[in-house]
């Protein structure tokens, strides 16, 4: 990929952590030519982003200035105090950020001058399979968006979203490697009690979620009716099926995302409200 424009802008990444460093890492494995700058309180977590060709720096300020399009990948409570600090390197720029909970009239408040878009990726970026929701404030034109889209699918999939939703997508699919990671290990577990080794439990388990999304997805089936496929009279899955839906797992995984999305609100809230 040799750029995202016109010409090979540099892009700067504040806080270069879990999902920064797996921004870094995609744009570099992905073979972006132009600059990448990596910023980290710690140098030494950074290193394998510098063996991958990224410049690393502990300066936020000083890899603002350099940057064409910044991301910002801090946490949601750090977000007012770093805007602050490089405010004036990022007027008129493109500024993406993977913060949770923030709304787009939060950055534009601190910094006018600068054209945020809210993102919600997901751990899985870390293997270039994230799902990416974002929004978009007002004066983010339709080529910056271009822009952001192809940065983007540098990580997965992305979709444009109203505001609105950020909150349920951060609860469905921010959270949801959670979830779905609590669901592997239990299947790996019942693998193991029925005598299966561990490994083969714990591969055979994973294959069958990658699986079962990517026939869902490329199908466009709905999941009821994939479950019925595999549903025969008399057979295994439906004595399978039966205890499931005795022990109340569509509830508790209501339940969970509904969780998670008021807790996103109460994050919101009490930011705000410490920021005045």
Known sequence: MKSVGGGLESIAVIGAGMIGGAIVKSLLKKGYEGEVI??????????????????????????????????????????????????NEIKGKLVISTAATIPLKFYKKIAPHAKFVRTMPNIAALVQESFTAYCCDEDVTESDKKKVEKLLSLMGVSMEVEEKYMDAITALSGSGPAYISIIIEALMYAGLRVGLPRNLALYSASQTVLGTGKLILETQEHPAKIKDMVTTPGGTTIEAIYELEGSQIRQALMRAVKEATEKCQRIRDGIIRDTG
């Open 38 to 87: 990596a910023t980290r309180r710690d140098l030494g977590k950074l290193k394998d982003l510098e063996a991958l060709g990224a410049k690393i720096t502990t300066n936020n300020r000083e890899a603002a200035s350099k940057a064409d399009i910044i991301f910002l990948c801090v946490k949601p409570g750090d977000i007012e105090k770093v805007i602050k600090e490089i405010s």
